[in-house]
């Protein structure tokens, strides 16, 4: 297939583009480079299936040629990210939908959006099902990048039901592995280097907020196969496996040999206090469910980011 991806220079959209070349596609990445970064894509330098297009998805986006799938991945995705920039957060979880979506409907291609399970808000259903509505402040802080991805979810099955696109749309929780950003003040990164840098570990909260941390290539093999199958209908991936926040930095702080201490810090406003996928479905359908342990995906990760602080600070985001 001719696979456009959008966001492809960020975490999960990097790994995606690898994922798909293996499979034998060609790739046209999009990204304007906002919170991506292009050493993400370094690698796939002189891979005549892969193709880099600097673009913002707010704008109209054209390519030549046919597309047999558009994969909307572009967003920004941390707390600091979608805190610092709200407005952009909106605009791409509006206008980059509405674009990306013409596209696969002006090409007659399949259509995957990346949603999140912060659809979800501070959930009342616990662990979450795709078929709970979700509890969210749509005026707090957290609400530019829950309620753009709300709508995002509401325009994709508009362009289903009306235009009679092929849809998918993947619910991503909680994700880790290489290529994330060192300070990009998501829950691993930030402990990692914390760790690795004899600095205090901070926990927001008493820790006692949990999360379900799921491995980057056991996403990445939810979302593909999400890809070639024929549901229509959202479908959380992640890893079911709950851990509260102090637990996990109790785990990371035994797996990096660190004598950092644990601090804690007050909670943000409107953090959810538990977040757990129901992958029911997701294992019906799919037949999927993550394989990597937690101690295997965090040793991978830390050595990655032990060898990422060896050579210098990270380049800041282009503007």
């Not at 592995?177 to 909260?205: K, N, S």
């Not at 959810?272 to 965090?298: C, F, H, M, Y």
Request: net charge neutral; glycine share 8%; charged share 25%.
């Amino acid at each position: 297939m001719r696979i456009c991806v959008t966001g492809a220079a960020g975490f999960l959209g990097s790994h995606l583009c690898d994922r798909l070349l293996r499979e034998g596609h060609e790739v046209i990445a999009l990204d304007n480079l906002l919170t991506g970064n292009p050493r993400n894509l370094a690698h796939l330098d002189g891979e005549k299936r892969f193709r880099f297009v600097r673009h913002d998805v707010t704008r109209f986006i054209f390519i030549d040629g046919p597309v047999d799938a558009v994969l909307h991945f572009a967003s920004p995705a941390s707390p600091i990210d979608y805190l610092e920039l709200p407005i952009q957060t909106l605009k791409v979880g509006s206008l980059g939908t509405h674009n990306a979506l013409g596209l696969a409907m002006a090409k007659k291609s399949r259509f995957l959006l990346a949603s999140t399970s912060e659809v979800y808000g501070d959930p009342l259903v616990h662990p979450q099902p795709e078929s709970y509505w979700g509890n969210v402040n749509p005026i707090g802080p957290r609400g530019v990048y829950d309620e753009a991805k709300r709508f995002a979810e509401a325009m994709t099955m508009a362009y289903h039901r009306a235009h009679g696109v092929d849809t998918r749309i993947v619910r991503i929780f909680n994700t880790y592995g290489e290529r994330m950003r060192p300070r990009d003040g998501r829950v691993v990164p930030a402990l990692i280097c914390q760790a690795l840098a004899g600095e205090p570990m901070t926990v927001f909260g008493d820790g006692s907020q949990t999360r379900s941390f799921c491995y980057v290539s056991d996403l990445i093999e939810g979302i593909y196969r999400l890809l070639l199958s024929s549901e229509t209908m959202p479908v959380n991936i992640g890893n079911p496996a709950e851990l509260s926040v102090l637990e996990f930095a109790n785990a990371i702080r035994r797996l990096t040999g660190t004598r950092s201490e644990i601090v804690f810090r007050p909670l943000p406003v409107d953090d959810p206090r538990v977040r757990q996928p129901d992958i029911t479905k997701a294992r019906q359908l799919l037949n999927w469910e993550p394989k990597v342990s937690l101690e295997d995906g965090l040793n991978r990760t830390i050595g990655y980011f032990r060898e990422r602080m060896s050579v210098g600070p990270e380049p800041a985001a282009n503007p």
